[in-house]
Structure formats: C-alpha cells, structure tokens
C-alpha cells in the first residue's frame, strides 16, 4: 500500500510513479475507517459523538486537503508539516473515541513513505504507542489483543514497504540490464557493420593492388624494355611511348583506387602517425610508440597489415594480458620493415595456445589472423612470452623488390612507382 504524496519522501523518491490504484486503496481505507468510525459513535450513542464525528470531519478535510494541495507534493518540508498536522487531528480523535486506533494502519504507510527510513520507523513505533495508550485509556482492562494489534500492524507496514522498495529497485536493475542490453546489441550491429565495410575496403584494395595495378607496372617494364631494345629512330617507338603513357595514367588511377580504400585510420597521416594515434586511444595500461630508422611510404597493402597486426596485438594485451606498460616500436631498415608489440602482462605459453583459448584473444584467432598477415605478404611473425614474463609479438615485412627498385632510382621520374 503506498502513500498518496510518496514522491516526497527522499527514502522513497526512486518508488514513482506510485500506482493509481494503490493511492486509491490507501484514500478509500483511511475515509472508510473514518466514516466507520463516525458511524459507530452514532449508533452506539456515545456520550462524545458529536466530539467523535466532529474530530473524523476535521481529520478528512486536513487529509483531503494534503491531497490536494501542490505544496505537499513538490516540498518535503510541507508534506512533513502535514503529516504532523494529520497527526494532531488524529491524537484528538482518540481521545474522545477508541476507534481512533483504527487509523493508526494508513498512517504508518504515509509516515514510512513521507519520511526517511528512519525516521518513518521511528514515528510508526510512536503512533504504535500512542494507538495502544489511547484504546488502554479507554477500556477498562488492558487485553493481549490492544498491545498486539497496533504493534503487528507497525510490523506488516514496515514491512510491506521494505519489500516493495526491494522490488522496485530490482525492477529498476533489470530494465537498466535490458536498455544496456539493447544498446550493447545496436553498438554490436553497427561494430560489426563497419569490420564488414572495412574487410571488404581492404579486399578490393588488395584486389587491385594484386591483380590491375601489378598488371600495369608489368605492362609498363615490358614496354620499357621494348623501347630500349628498338633502334634509336625506330617507328614503333613513338606507340611504344603512347602505350606507356596510358599504362602510367591507369596505373595512377588504380593507386587512386587503392588510396581511396585504405582504411580511415592510414587516410589522413603515415603509418607511423596511425600507430601513435592508435597508442594514445588504449585504455588502461600506458602504450608508448617509438620510431626508429628513416621512415618511407611503404606499399597499402604493407600499411594495412601493420596497422591491423598492432590493433590485433594491442586487443590482447588490454584484454587478456592485465599489463600496466606496453611499447610499440616501428623500424624502417633498408630492405625491410620491422613492428615490436612488447608488454610487461601476466605472459602464457605460445606452444600452449590453441583456437578458442584466451591467450590468442579474439575468441582463439588473433594471433593466427596476425600470422596470416605477415605470411601473406612474404613476412615473419614470431611470439615471445612465458607465465608471468608479458609477451613479445614482433612481425618482419620485406620490401618487395620493385619498391626497393624505385627507392635505388627515385631521380629517374618515370620508373615505375610500385604500390
């Protein structure tokens, strides 16, 4: 049962909204109680009847009006006060009649939810009392039933509110489970929405990286062979040189086409840049990046790979490793291109990892996916880690050989820029 102003009431503010129908039960208990009251001094002839129905009149319109007034809603201070007045009228009641004590139940309910939990248990103990002292004033001997009824009443009040706020809080608990729920499910859609953009950026890259863009850097070598090989005034020469032309112009297009499907993260910087950005977004342990050697712009595919590996790499250790340091280090060396993932976490044991077990993150596959990256492109991935003695990932990519081409002749502008 739930008092009518029980927004109120800082102990029970997280209870609204208050049933309608309970407020009413509660309205309906307390006026009925009053009217039976009423009606027992008027048919019982009581000597103070007019006292009596005078004192239930009077306690109606105080408690009508609390009802009714916005001030009682909106103030804890002024519903206190009218608890305290409704109180008043009701000590009167019992003093001209002992069916006051009936009204002593709805009031433990407005007291326990107008006022703090302990203040409200405070003051059911003192209407429980002073129910009992007034229907002892009243009767000539004192029963059982006089000290147990208000006292079992006080009990079944406290405790039906108690319960209540319980239920309501795990209410209140579960709906939250449910909106995180549906949010975690919606940023979990949306996750894997964008790896599905990404996944397939990255194949039509490495589509065209493969298959259009190596075609024409073929297309333009062999031309270029075939212009060396003819005579000087040869009349071939001048298609040759056209054909040339227009293998160049796609292959800058297909570089476009590539550049344009790199991922967000390689769009706006170096692989270097993305890798600090990268280091400074983790959450929880510190990740440090360092570069070392001369940096150059590697090939997309090389790029992507690199980025991807440390991402992969960086999940595990925030996930699976508790570390509280980690270090990222890029090297540029003359035919090659090194990336060291080094934490100092709680370690396994890399002969020990199998798909689906912790240590490879991922659900089991980070570390096969990490490997596949660097073999793909011709590169060596290796693990370092015992129990207790953090890991180290470190993957080595060499150059391919037309890059390496194009570094050695960077002052002929028309060789061949490999991707």
Request: net charge neutral; proline share 6%; with cysteine.
């Amino acid at each position: 049962m739930t008092a009518p102003v029980s927004s109120l009431s800082p102990a029970t503010r997280a209870l609204t909204p208050v049933s309608k129908v309970l407020r009413l039960c509660l309205h309906a208990l307390l006026l009925g109680l009053l009217a039976l009251a009423a009606g027992r001094a008027v048919t019982d002839s009581a000597p103070r009847a007019g006292w009596v129905i005078a004192a239930c009149a009077v306690l109606a319109l105080v408690y009508a009006g609390g009802v009714r007034a916005p001030a009682v809603h909106s103030s804890p201070r002024a519903g206190a006060l009218w608890l305290a007045g409704l109180c008043a009228t009701w000590t009167g009641l019992l003093v001209v009649s002992p069916d006051g004590l009936w009204i002593a139940f709805p009031l433990y309910f407005l007291e326990l939810h107008l006022l703090r939990l302990r203040w409200g248990i405070t003051a059911v103990a003192v209407t429980a009392c002073a129910a009992i002292g007034g229907f002892v004033a009243h009767s000539d001997a004192a029963t059982p039933g006089a000290f147990l009824g208000p006292l079992l009443g006080g009990a079944v009040a406290v405790a039906t509110v108690l319960g209540y706020q319980a239920l309501y809080r795990e209410s209140e608990r579960r709906r939250e489970l449910i909106e995180e729920l549906i949010t975690t499910r919606a940023e979990l859609a949306a996750a894997e929405r964008g790896a599905g953009i990404l996944a397939e950026r990255e194949r039509l890259a490495r589509e065209i990286h493969d298959t259009l863009a190596q075609g024409l850097s073929s297309i333009q070598l062999l031309l270029r062979a075939a212009e060396r090989a003819l005579p000087a005034r040869a009349p071939a020469l001048e298609h040759i040189a056209r054909a040339r032309e227009a293998a160049q112009e796609n292959l800058a297009e297909a570089r476009r086409f590539v550049r344009a499907l790199t991922p967000p993260d390689l769009e706006h910087g170096s692989l270097a840049a993305a890798l600090e950005r990268l280091c400074a977004g983790v959450p929880g342990p510190r990740v440090r990046f360092s570069l070392s050697g001369t940096p150059r712009v590697l090939p997309t595919p090389y790029e992507v790979a690199l980025l991807r590996i440390a991402q992969s790499a960086l999940a595990n250790v925030v996930r699976h490793a508790r570390a509280g340091r980690a270090e990222i280090t890029l090297t540029f060396m003359d035919a090659s291109v090194t990336l060291d993932i080094v934490d100092d976490g709680d370690g396994f044991d890399p002969a020990s990892v199998s798909p689906g077990s912790a240590g490879s993150g991922d659900g089991g596959f980070g570390l096969p996916a990490m490997r596949s990256r660097a073999e793909t492109l011709g590169g060596l991935f290796t693990v370092e880690s015992d129990p207790g003695q953090g890991t180290a990932v470190a993957v080595t990519l060499p150059l391919p050989l037309e890059h390496l081409e194009h570094l050695g002749h960077a002052e002929r502008p028309d060789t061949v820029e490999a991707l």
